[in-house]
């Protein structure tokens, strides 16, 4: 018996390719006991996330069933020459490595991720329920999901982030707490600054106001944050409420001085203000970190943070390599 997975994902495809061949939450099971409809197919599991669509396959023989899946995706998603540069192939005992990564989080795009543990799981139930599994597939994914849980478990993958949005939401609940009871207001309605704002929009940010020099792009990015717009000429009074500013203007000077700061430092109560300065050149002067009560983080800083993270987590991804490394002995030693 041949043990084949043939696929695609966020490292091999662009998004434009990849939904193409998505298939919807509810039809895995459709789609896995129509793969084992194929002659010479025995066993089949169709994953498909907003990342990767995969299909996992036991074989009489891997060549002729290979092209009977091929023909699969030929008919049901128009698959060409062209797109099959974007697939990979995985066969035998590379499948169950590949397999165990993937349901550990080490092939998503955000490292360490949980939810595609629970995708997999949801995959291969429903083809189980479909009938469309057997004693190696059943096996392969059992044993996934147990390694899944051990890495997590086992090693702190999870732990640090790596981007500098997710850092300085970090940092923020650091001095906070939590976010739920904090206004946050944004400077600039760029690319960073909005990354920035969902991180913490995600994290439930209380309030979250927008200002722009384009009224329409901070009108824009407020709707999208479900917070509130107000015209660049009035960010000064924003100062007095907000709890956290995120700056990323495109200026070629400070646009936050220290004199901004002191203006409303007894409205304020002399409260916490977490500001990060995520523009080049810098948007607020470094006068303002020299204030009591101001946390003031620049964007080399930031980065410095997710350099110490990527490291740490360099670590941990190779701890959590070796452990996936001895499970798929033990699966090999299964399959005798």
Excluded at 91 to 99: N, P
Excluded at 278 to 304: C, F, H, M, N, W
Aim: charged content about 30%; aromatic content about 6%.
């Amino acid at each position: 018996m041949d043990l084949i997975c043939l696929g695609l994902n966020h490292q091999t495809a662009p998004v434009e390719v990849r939904e193409r061949f998505a298939v919807p939450g509810d039809k895995l099971g459709e789609a896995s006991q129509r793969l084992v409809e194929l002659p010479g197919v025995n066993e089949a599991v169709v994953l498909s996330t907003c990342n990767r669509m995969e299909v996992y396959f036991v074989a009489d023989e891997a060549g002729p069933a290979l092209e009977r899946v091929k023909g699969y995706l030929a008919s049901g998603f128009k698959l060409s020459r062209e797109d099959e540069s974007h697939f990979y192939k995985k066969s035998q005992l590379d499948v169950a490595k590949h397999l165990c990564r993937v349901v550990s989080g080490l092939d998503s795009m955000v490292l360490g991720e949980n939810e595609i543990f629970g995708q997999v799981k949801q995959a291969y139930m429903q083809a189980l329920d479909s009938s469309a599994t057997g004693g190696l597939l059943n096996k392969l994914f059992q044993k996934s999901f147990g390694v899944g849980k051990k890495v997590r478990t086992k090693t702190s993958i999870q732990e640090g982030q790596t981007s500098v949005g997710s850092v300085a939401v970090d940092l923020a609940e650091k001095i906070f707490g939590n976010l739920k009871s904090s206004e946050i207001m944004v400077i600039g309605a760029g690319d960073m600054s909005r990354t920035t704002a969902q991180r913490m929009a995600e994290r439930g940010a209380k309030k979250i106001y927008v200002t722009n020099r384009s009224f329409d792009k901070a009108q824009d990015l407020a709707q999208e944050l479900n917070g509130e717009a107000f015209s660049f000429d009035e960010w000064e009074k924003g100062l007095a409420k907000v709890d956290v500013v995120v700056s990323s203007t495109g200026a070629t000077e400070p646009v936050v001085l220290a004199k901004h700061v002191e203006a409303v430092r007894r409205a304020r109560k002399y409260r916490p203000l977490f500001m990060i300065d995520i523009a080049v050149p810098r948007d607020i002067d470094s006068a303002v970190g020299e204030i009591e009560e101001v946390y003031l983080y620049d964007l080399d800083t930031l980065q410095q943070q997710v350099a110490e993270n990527m490291n740490k987590r360099e670590e941990q991804v190779r701890l959590c390599e070796t452990i996936i490394e001895e499970e798929v002995e033990q699966f090999k030693e299964i399959q005798r």
